[in-house]
């Protein structure tokens, strides 16, 4: 994402919005430190409250190194940081290296520094991913003044492969929408969007209400109505069973079991794109 984007989507939102936070996230954020400086900076003189990154640690080869990127960030506007801890993250970056970099957060004086893991099932399953995950928790059971955050992966883009190693499947969940937890609020009033790098703004990931390359940000928000919108109306008033009856009707059909709703919607979500390509984009998500 470009400077000048970021720091044009922070001036709109504010002249309209009384913004409470915002979240710097990938990817990894830490591979483009010099945007990640300038976005919080922005931040701050705009006088956000909150600012907060989620990382994966991978940058603190040292406590050294870390308290300098993390001092230069804190002074610069950064509030808070989150560091992925899962046997997903740690198949790539040692636990030793990520805790370099929670030591050194809590050394310059966030406002909360918190460590998110993700469960394939529950944080008390025997599932060799679970159990790796618990025992990296473990480890860092030591560090005072840390939140740590559990969740069940949501089984949707890449993580949707993870279902085949996930018991107890239902052929079809008849529930209502998962509603991403960091949105808040509901389909008809959410409480935040998402941004990318293609202009993308998105409510759960791969559900996109407009794009600012076409139109401006404001102008989207302003002109949001889920009942207008091809798959969101569907979701809210059928839940996501609605877009499995929606993919049947146009012919196509896809016989597996689901983990749940969130995995039933994302692989509708992925057979319909085709017919809906500006309403599930990201491309890359699908």
């Not at 976005?39 to 003189?45: G, L, T, V």
Request: net charge positive.
């Amino acid at each position: 994402m470009k400077l000048a984007d970021t720091e044009n989507y922070l001036e709109e939102l504010t002249d309209t919005h009384p913004l409470q936070s915002i979240c710097a996230h990938g990817g990894e954020p830490f591979l483009h430190l010099e945007l990640l400086k300038g976005i919080m900076k922005m931040a701050k003189e705009l006088g956000i409250p909150r600012t907060w990154v989620i990382t994966n640690g991978y940058w603190a080869k040292t406590k050294t190194i870390a308290k300098k990127k993390l001092t230069e960030l804190r002074n610069g506007g950064l509030s808070c940081i989150t560091f992925s801890v899962d046997a997903f993250h740690q198949e790539y970056v040692s636990l030793e290296t990520v805790k370099n970099g929670i030591e050194a957060a809590k050394s310059v004086g966030f406002e909360k520094v918190c460590v998110d893991s993700y469960f394939l099932m529950c944080p008390s399953s025997g599932n060799s991913y679970d159990v790796a995950t618990r025992a990296s928790l473990e480890s860092l059971r030591g560090l005072d003044n840390v939140n740590i955050n559990t969740y069940q992966v949501r089984f949707k883009g890449r993580a949707a492969e993870l279902a085949n190693h996930v018991k107890g499947k239902t052929q079809v969940p008849k529930g209502k929408c998962q509603f991403p937890f960091w949105i808040g609020g509901d389909l008809k009033s959410p409480e935040a969007i998402e941004i990318d790098c293609e202009g993308n703004v998105t409510l759960c990931p791969g559900i996109c209400i407009g794009n600012t390359r076409k139109q401006s940000l404001i102008r989207i928000l302003q002109n949001y109505d889920y009942h207008s919108h091809p798959i969101l109306s569907i979701i809210a008033e059928e839940g996501p069973i609605g877009l499995l009856k929606t993919a049947i009707a146009k012919g196509l059909r896809k016989d597996m079991k689901f983990v749940d709703e969130c995995h039933l919607c994302y692989e509708m979500r992925k057979l319909l794109r085709p017919y809906y390509p500006r309403c599930l984009a990201p491309a890359e998500c699908y």
